[in-house]
């Protein structure tokens, strides 16, 4: 396990120290970028959409009962910006890009496509983990802001037509509005940033280190998955402690 | 010795006590080799002998536990001398990129190093598939190829850096006779017209015998016979003789 984190702080230093080529390969980073949004978009939304009114649908009929129907747009908006938006987005796209990541790369190793691009002079790290990675890094970001837009729409939606809630649309906003501040959703958006690099330096790592057959790259599209996921919430945690300390001392309160 | 004018064709290439362990198993049990500039060697021997781990180590692929690999006379080991030559290698899969098209593999080398424009890009591929016979198959990929065609583009995207060394591993592996002779007579007709230093690993009699100038015979990560075709197949060793004249009619517990 320790010698896992060691590779992969050392492949997240060598890719940072690759970023000044990121223009060379902009053709790829684009291409990546489209293969992100492209694949998950149409799942970031109904996903998102559901989340929201799950989320309304379980706060919402307790909280009218309690009258405190003001604060449902509120709990619901803040809780998307914050927790729920990133966290979602980043376990989705470890699921669906950080797995074709590692496949994409573990065949690439097994069936020796990296040694030839080694024996051309052609990093694999430039080619390869560089254009995935500040793919990642712009797409995830975008996501997680798509994400928190469409959830408060769902949320919205499900205030306005469940009969035990039936909060109009307006007042929904109006309170999301009153409780949630700008630096609420950057503060999702930046956790989303974070997640990024953990997906995209996961899937590589485990593409990179693919052994063996096609068995060999099952088992890394797997870890890389369960890696990321495990990380995501781990750092998640992580990320929420260290913005309430920061918080405490007056800073990004 | 000392170093050529990398626009040579052709470099001498010398191995000296070269070793490599894999845990406890010794793969490599301190080769010396001298292969010289311009000629195609052949290095032979039954599975897992150690032929492919040779070549990797060769291409700089793996770092030996001790030894050493000198081109014209200086250890590739200093990364100054391993890229004052041009070296190539063509792998037993073929290993083209499965996401690019054959065109865009063969220039890759050309592209991803910002070599040339790129219409004279297109140009050199063009003339480099024309050259193993490949002309017209630049937007094809390389799935759509049979597995000759894979290797002989495989060539083709080696030659594109102009290399003054070649290292082939197992090139007729999983090929039927007749396109193991086709991928035979690109071997030899590349190091016919550009003088290129060729080493070929294989297991193929035939091909062996065929393109060789000199072979070596590897067993268990030893070098247990060296010489021209003539001196092999004339081999009174009776691990040589058994790997040479190997047939269903032989005991395979004589082995």
Known sequence: MFQNIGEMVLLFWQTLRALPLTWRQRDKVLDQCFEIGNASLLMVTVLSFFIGGVLTLQTGPTMVERGLANYVGGIVGFSVARELAPIMMAILIAGRIGSAMAAEIGSMRVYQEIDALRTMNINPIHYLVLPRLVAITVALPMLVTFSILVAWLGGAVVARLTAEIDIPLQSFFENLKAMVALKDVAHGVFKGFCFAWIVGIVACHQGLVTRGGPRGIGRSVTKAVVNAIVLIVISDFALTRLFVVLGSFGILK | ?255
């Open chain 2, 1 to 255: 010795m000392s170093a050529t004018s990398s626009t040579q064709p052709g470099v001498a290439v010398q191995v000296r006590g070269l070793r490599r362990h894999y845990g406890t198993q010794e793969v490599l049990q301190g080769i010396d080799l001298d292969v010289l500039p311009g000629e195609i060697f052949v290095i032979m021997g039954p599975s897992g002998s150690g032929k492919s781990v040779l070549l990797r180590h060769l291409i700089g692929l793996e770092q030996p536990d001790a030894g050493e690999i000198l081109i014209n006379g200086e250890s590739i080991q200093t990364p100054a001398v391993a890229d004052r030559y041009r070296l190539a290698m063509v792998f037993q899969s073929g290993a083209l990129l499965n996401s690019l098209t054959v065109g865009e593999n063969v220039g890759l080398y050309l592209r991803e190093h910002r070599l040339k424009p790129p219409a004279e890009i297109a140009r050199i591929v063009t003339e480099k598939l024309d050259v193993v016979g490949l002309k017209g198959t630049e937007n094809k990929m390389p799935g759509e190829l049979s597995g000759g065609m894979k290797k002989r583009a495989a060539i083709a995207r080696a030659l594109v850096s102009e290399p003054q060394l070649i290292l082939y591993d197992e090139p007729t592996s999983e090929l039927d006779p007749l396109s193991s002779v086709v991928v035979g007579e690109e071997i030899r007709k590349l190091n016919q017209r550009t003088g290129v230093t060729s080493i070929v690993v294989s297991h193929d009699r035939d091909l062996a015998f065929g393109i060789g100038h000199r072979l070596a015979i590897l067993h268990e990560g030893r070098i247990v016979a060296l010489g021209v075709p003539e001196e092999i197949k004339a081999s009174p060793l009776p691990i040589i003789r058994n790997f040479l004249n190997a047939d269903f009619k032989l005991d395979p517990s004589n082995l």
